[in-house]
């Protein structure tokens, strides 16, 4: 069972320190290469390679190079039952542990939308065809479910943490790092590793297709003639941890994560309140959740997918909550990862607060009159940030924003 | 922190309603097996849930595309509020939270979404199909219906998801002004998982389900969902929830399960342990754990009687346990080492043990106050 630290109070929370960060994305492999595309406002959207896009409207995805993951890592990376998303997280979370020799989880929180679908997918193309090997079936099924991919990751790294997969759609890995936050506020946890990943399949590509979300142009998130989202992939895990136990054991401390606010949106199954309802309640409750102001936010990465509903209900919750703050999506550069994008744009959230700069929004040529927003345009700027706020938003309603904050030396 | 179990719900192939099922269970029913046919004429066993155990579910908009599992899961949970006497308005929708669990969530859908796409290109895909096989879709769904605009959670796993939920429901009890959570598993049963778990040489080719049986020769897939409505109190409590480990091999599930008994008996031996036995090596693998940690305790295999319904099972392993503590009755569904039978004391304290048979284990104990 999880130790009690002594500050279980709800009125003396404890601090949750951001103590080690990975990631593997369409903007690089591991912190510094992230932080290199950002810098550089790279666009990392390419041409759908991994299945055939012929009969739909979009065609381009972020996607992480096979290649490189099959170079990195040592032979059994290269297992052939691993999922090429398990990779992923086996990556991010050996960058992590690099930082953090020795962290321990209690438990982790991580968050998917689709686990290894496309396991799912050779499977039933292979069931169809008659071409499927009982061993090669048998592989498929144990390691599609989507909690194999954190355990395979855990495994790699001799950690046996129990795992919550969190399937809120594409806030899920918000959802993880705040609930894994709250875990360690509460005084019941130590040491939580949070995180989210998500794979391209063909299953999801097409469903977001044929639901018109997904654009044949750019993504231009927030943009006035924004046409819909491109998708993406990738993997993001930060390790959480009591601050004060991180401070006593030396380790260092890269951010704070101060607030957390869910909400559920039952206005639609896959639309959100045109009011910004659900938008606002999550980031209220961030902020409440952190004991600050609006003002004292210096920069929202935005869940901004580039659909015309999601920028318009959470362009207006912004505006009416936040007067002038920084604005950007970072999912015009590299897709929307779904079930990983809060954890990647946590770490994006966490890169911008260690470099004092503001990503950009990258494919924006016009202002949308009906929203309100100041928009980091095309090219990343310089900026004083202490507090940001980020969010992810996701079909069923769900919707969540977290807070960090760099801490003082 | 312990937390009170205020309510329940369950939709099984046995019936729906806490007191249907547990009646049918002690006298000694068994679900009626069915069949499910997959495209090439192949031929599976199923537990299915009747019709009729769906009757209740409301005629609200939500529901009117939705798969089986969604309206598994609304049944339940209605149920289970009702059981409580809570009738959620906005207020108390405020102070309630909703943990959903599932395993293979909505594989008809998802498997009829992605045959169009087989069979005839992207363009024949349907958007309305598609948003109905995202996970998290029944909770969404839930929630509507009841009204609950806070904290809603969906996980994923193998059959101690459920477990795992409950023990996430601990987790938002401690950190969050609620007054109570919701938490619901639910699975619907289709012939691919029954071809899926067949390839995995899990599934038993016609029935019974025989818990502990040597050699194990395989299970049978199941359906339908349960519900457990949390308090801060109540005259059932769930006094410990260990949220477990993870095994490598099947080889090794054993240790594990002996890991989550030994945290869970570590105060006080229990006197019934719900078992996740369901004819396959999970059996072993509990039987060690029990004989070491809780040797003098009456076993009950559920599963036997319900099938395996994978993201649902661990919920109603916990209905069951409830049940015999509120009944002081366990239904003989199932023999393990001769152990069968009513108990010869009262049942103060009952464990559930579920080994997943997919790397997950969990458990937890139930306990009157």
Redesign the interface.
């Known amino acids: ?1 999880p130790e009690i630290s002594p500050s279980t109070d709800r009125l003396n929370p404890a601090r949750v320190a951001i103590v080690a960060a990975g990631i593997v994305s369409p903007l690089g492999f591991g912190l510094h290469e992230t932080l290199g595309s950002l810098r550089e406002s790279r666009d990392c959207v390419t041409p759908v390679t991994r299945f055939a ?4 409207r979009c065609k381009t995805a972020g996607q992480v190079s096979d290649e490189r993951l099959a170079r990195a890592g040592e032979p059994q990376l290269r297992s052939e039952r691993l999922h090429r998303v398990a990779r992923m997280m086996i990556l991010a979370l050996e960058e992590a542990l690099e930082q953090a020799p020795g962290f321990q989880p209690q ?1 982790s929180v991580v968050g ?4 290894g679908m496309t396991f ?2 050779e ?3 292979g ?2 065809g008659g071409r499927i090997s ?1 061993r090669r ?2 592989s498929l ?2 390691n599609y ?4 991919p954190v ?1 395979d990751a ?2 790699t790294f001799g950690l ?10 594409c806030a899920s890995g918000t ?1 993880a790092i705040g ?1 894994a936050f ?2 360690i ?2 005084g ?1 946890y130590q040491r939580v590793l949070a995180g989210g990943y998500d794979a391209l399949s ?2 999801v590509f ?7 979300a997904s654009t044949p142009e750019r993504c231009r998130p927030f943009d006035r003639e924004r046409t819909g989202l491109v998708l993406g992939e990738g993997a993001a895990i930060l390790l959480l941890e009591n601050l004060e136990s991180a401070r006593a054991r030396g380790v260092t401390i890269l951010a704070e994560v101060l607030g957390y606010g ?5 206005h639609h ?2 639309q959100p309140n045109p009011s910004g309802s ?1 938008a606002r ?1 999550a980031m209220e409750g961030a902020l409440h959740s952190g004991g600050i102001k609006p003002q004292e936010i210096d920069y929202v990465n935005a869940h901004g997918t580039a659909t015309p509903f999601n920028d318009a209900a959470e362009g207006k919750a912004i505006a009416e909550l936040f007067d002038g703050v920084p604005v950007s999506s970072t999912k015009g550069m590299m897709g929307h990862s779904l079930g990983a994008a809060g954890a990647i744009e946590a770490v994006i959230s966490l890169l911008a607060l260690q470099n004092q700069f503001l990503p950009p929004n990258i494919n924006f040529r016009h202002g949308d009159a009906d929203l309100n927003l100041n928009i980091i345009a095309n090219e990343s700027q310089a900026g004083s940030l202490r507090t940001v706020l980020s969010n992810s938003f ?5 919707n969540a924003s977290v807070i960090i904050r760099a801490v003082d030396s | 922190m312990s937390l009170g179990i205020a309510g329940m719900g369950w939709v099984t192939p046995l019936g729906s309603g806490v007191d249907t099922v547990w009646n049918r269970l002690l006298n000694g029913e068994v679900s009626s097996a069915g069949s499910i046919e997959g495209p090439m004429g192949q031929v599976y066993p199923i537990y299915a849930v009747p019709a009729e155990a769906t009757a209740k579910a409301p005629a609200h908009p939500r529901l009117r595309r939705s798969s089986a599992i969604s309206r598994f899961a609304v049944v339940a949970g209605l149920a289970a509020l009702e059981d409580a006497g809570v009738t959620l308005n906005d207020e108390t929708a405020a102070r309630t939270a909703l943990v959903f669990a599932v395993s293979n969530g909505g594989v008809v859908y998802t498997k009829k979404f992605y045959h169009e796409i087989v069979e005839s290109g992207a363009k024949a895909a349907s958007p309305l199909l598609f948003p109905e096989t995202v996970f998290n879709a029944p909770a969404s769904h839930l929630a509507a219906i009841l009204g609950i605009a806070g904290a809603s959670y969906t996980l994923v796993g193998d059959g101690a998801v459920g477990i795992l939920a409950l023990k996430m429901a601990e987790d938002l009890m401690a950190s969050h002004a609620l007054d109570r959570c919701l938490v619901v598993g639910a699975e619907e049963a289709d012939w691919l998982l029954c071809d899926a778990y067949r390839k995995w040489r899990l599934l038993r080719s016609a029935p019974p389900i025989e818990p502990f049986g040597r050699p194990p020769r395989g299970m049978i897939l199941s359906e339908g969902a349960g519900a457990v409505l949390l308090t801060r109190s109540a005259a059932l409590q769930i006094d410990k929830i260990a949220a477990g480990t993870n095994f490598r091999k099947q080889s090794e599930a054993g240790a594990s399960v002996q890991e989550v008994f030994s945290e869970l008996c570590r105060e006080n031996e229990s006197d019934l342990v719900v078992a996740s036995a369901n004819g396959t090596f999970i059996d072993e693998a509990e039987r060690g754990g029990i004989a070491a940690a809780c040797p003098g305790a009456k076993v009950l295999a559920v599963k036997g009687a319900l099938g395996e319904s994978v993201g649902a099972s661990s919920l109603w392993q916990t209905i069951a346990a409830a049940q015999s503590l509120r009944t002081q009755q366990v239904p003989q569904v199932s023999s393990f080492s001769g152990e069968a039978g009513p108990p010869s004391g009262k049942i103060r304290r009952a464990l559930v043990s579920v080994c997943g048979l997919n790397q997950q284990v969990a458990g937890l104990r139930v306990a009157l106050s």
């Open positions: 069972m896009v012929d009969h739909t438990l998917t939308t689709s686990g799912g997918e499977y039933y193309r069931l169809k009982r079936a048998a099924i144990a479910t989507p909690q194999k355990m855990q495994e046996t943490a129990p795992c919550q997969v969190i399937a809120n759609a959802n609930h709250e875990c506020r509460s019941h063909e299953l097409v469903g977001f297709d044929s639901l018109q869910i909400s559920t949106d039952n199954l896959t659900g309640q996701g079909f069923g309603g769900t």
